[in-house]
T-cell receptor, first 115, second 114 residues
Framework: DTEVTQTPKHLVMGMTNKKSLKCEQH?????MYWYKQKAKKPPELMFV???????INESVPSRFSPECPNSSLLNLHLHALQPEDSALYLC??????????????FGSGTRLTVV | AQSVAQPEDQVNVAEGNPLTVKCTYS??????LFWYVQYPNRGLQFLLK??????LVKGSYGFEAEFNKSQTSFHLKKPSALVSDSALYFC????????????FGGGTRLMVKP
C-alpha cells in the first residue's frame, strides 16, 4: 500500500457545524502533515505530527483541531469555521520528519466548502 | 530560510514540443529539491527529487530535471509534451533550517495544446 487515503472527498458544512476530516496511511510512515490549499496557490502547512506527537502548529486558529490516534491515522476536527476556510485540505506523510532525504506522499484531499 | 521560486505562472507549449518549467532555489548547504504535479481537485504527486549525485535526475512520466549549482536552478523538462501533461507543477525544497519542512514554490500551470 503506497497511498494516503483521505475521507470525505467533498464536504459542505455550515458555520455552526462540527465535522472531521480523516487521513490514513499504511506505509509505516512516522510523520504526517495537514496542509491547506487555496485555488491555484501552493499548499500551506498547518500541522505536523512526528511519531504521533504534534511537533509543529503553524499558528492555526483553534477552530482547527488535529488529532493523531495512532501511527496510521490523522484527523482534523473542524468547528465554527468561516467561509474563508473553504479550501482543499491535503494530508501527507513521510518516512520521518527529521530527515531531509524523503519527499512526501500526498492524499487526494478533501474539498471543503463552508456556507 | 531556504526557498524556491517559480518565475512563470503559466507555460504554454504545443503537443510534441519540448517543455521546460523553471525553478530556482536559495539554500544554505546541500539542497534537497523536489518536483510535484497536481491535477485538478487532486493531491500532489511526486515526480522526482535531487538529493546528491548526477545532476540530471529522471522521474515519472518521462520527466527529468537538471540540477545546476552555478545557476541555482532545478528546471523540470520533458522532450515531448503531451496534452495530458497539462497540470499545476510545484517545485519544493526540504528546509533543513526550518525543521526539515517541505517548502513549495508558487506553482506553474502548464498548458499543452494539441
Amino acid at each position: 500500500d503506497t497511498e494516503v487515503t483521505q475521507t470525505p472527498k467533498h464536504l459542505v458544512m455550515g458555520m455552526t457545524n462540527k465535522k472531521s476530516l480523516k487521513c490514513e496511511q499504511h506505509m509505516g510512515h512516522r510523520a504526517m502533515y495537514w496542509y491547506k490549499q487555496k485555488a491555484k496557490k501552493p499548499p500551506e502547512l498547518m500541522f505536523v505530527y512526528s511519531y504521533e506527537k504534534l511537533s509543529i502548529n503553524e499558528s492555526v486558529p483553534s477552530r482547527f483541531s488535529p488529532e493523531c490516534p495512532n501511527s496510521s491515522l490523522l484527523n482534523l476536527h473542524l468547528h465554527a469555521l468561516q467561509p474563508e476556510d473553504s479550501a482543499l485540505y491535503l494530508c501527507a506523510s513521510s518516512q520521518d520528519h527529521a530527515s531531509s532525504y524523503y519527499g512526501y506522499t500526498f492524499g487526494s484531499g478533501t474539498r471543503l466548502t463552508v456556507v | 530560510a531556504q526557498s524556491v521560486a517559480q518565475p512563470e505562472d503559466q507555460v504554454n507549449v504545443a503537443e510534441g514540443n519540448p517543455l521546460t518549467v523553471k525553478c530556482t532555489y536559495s539554500v544554505s548547504g546541500n539542497p534537497y529539491l523536489f518536483w510535484y504535479v497536481q491535477y485538478p481537485n487532486r493531491g500532489l504527486q511526486f515526480l522526482l527529487k535531487y538529493i546528491t549525485g548526477d545532476n540530471l535526475v529522471k522521474g515519472s512520466y518521462g520527466f527529468e530535471a537538471e540540477f545546476n549549482k552555478s545557476q541555482t536552478s532545478f528546471h523540470l523538462k520533458k522532450p515531448s509534451a503531451l496534452v495530458s501533461d497539462s497540470a499545476l507543477y510545484f517545485c519544493a525544497v526540504r528546509d533543513s533550517n526550518a525543521g526539515n519542512m517541505l517548502t513549495f514554490g508558487g506553482g506553474t500551470r502548464l498548458m499543452v495544446k494539441p
